[in-house]
């Protein structure tokens, strides 16, 4: 390969990898052809590209883009799977095709800013998906939601209870009141008249006659 269409490779590399969420490192070595191609159309259906790179090339530009790192894993038939969008998702795609094609060996991965051994780029196909746990976590705000809104219909029921008893107490207070005073009324009226009786003295019986004057005439 003329040095140009290697610069212009490397350049294209480092593109991917920097455009990348994560980084899938396999060998491989045993894979026929139609099976990496069937390994490449299934990874592409979870956002991931698989791309069969030369070692050398792929060195030179994970060095270019601040990946050094990577170059121990280099080594070997090598085959990058370039992950845009959930690594978790590629990452199982990557396990399940290694028990399709015992041959694909997965060496490790980069992710997240750090280097992951393969135990650890497998264990993350152990993991729930970003889908999977995008939807528990609405679940769970569903719910809550649910239950906050059960809580202020609970509420509100309440408060109109309270209202509607207390909306049927007032005619039954509001007719016991004018009937209440209509009884004392009268009681009112009769007090001065009592008080007036009881301060009137009771008038004194009139003086007899004094008869002794005709009993002198008649003497």
């Known amino acids: 390969m003329p040095n140009a269409e290697k610069v212009e490779r490397v350049a294209e590399l480092k593109g991917r990898i920097e455009a990348s969420d994560a980084l899938l490192l396999t060998e491989y070595r045993g894979l026929t052809v139609s099976e990496i191609a069937e390994l490449r ?12 790179v030369k070692n050398t090339l792929m060195r030179r530009a994970a060095s270019d883009a601040g990946l050094s790192e990577l170059e121990p894993l280099l ?9 845009q969008g959930d690594p978790i998702a590629a990452a ?29 780029a497998k264990a993350l196909a152990d993991l729930e998906s970003r889908e999977q746990m995008l939807s528990k976590v609405a679940g769970l705000m569903k719910a809550d939601l649910s239950k906050a809104a059960a809580l202020f219909v609970s509420m509100q029921s309440k408060l109109l209870g309270v209202l509607e008893a207390y909306k049927a107490k007032l005619p ?3 007719e016991a009141l004018p009937a ?4 004392a009324a009268p009681e009112a009226e009769a007090a001065p008249e009592a008080e007036a009786e009881a301060e009137t003295p009771e008038a004194e019986p009139d003086a007899a006659p004094d008869s002794a004057p005709e009993e002198q005439g008649q003497e």
């Open 41 to 52: 159309r299934s990874l592409a259906e979870g956002g991931a590209s698989f791309a069969v």
């Open 75 to 83: 080594e070997g038939p090598s085959a990058i799977t370039f992950v």
């Open 92 to 120: 199982k795609s990557v396990v399940k095709a290694q028990k399709l094609y015992p041959a694909l060996l997965l060496k490790g991965a980069w992710m997240e800013g750090r280097l992951l051994s393969a135990d650890e």
């Open 172 to 174: 039954a207070e509001e």
């Open 180 to 183: 209440a005073e209509a009884q």
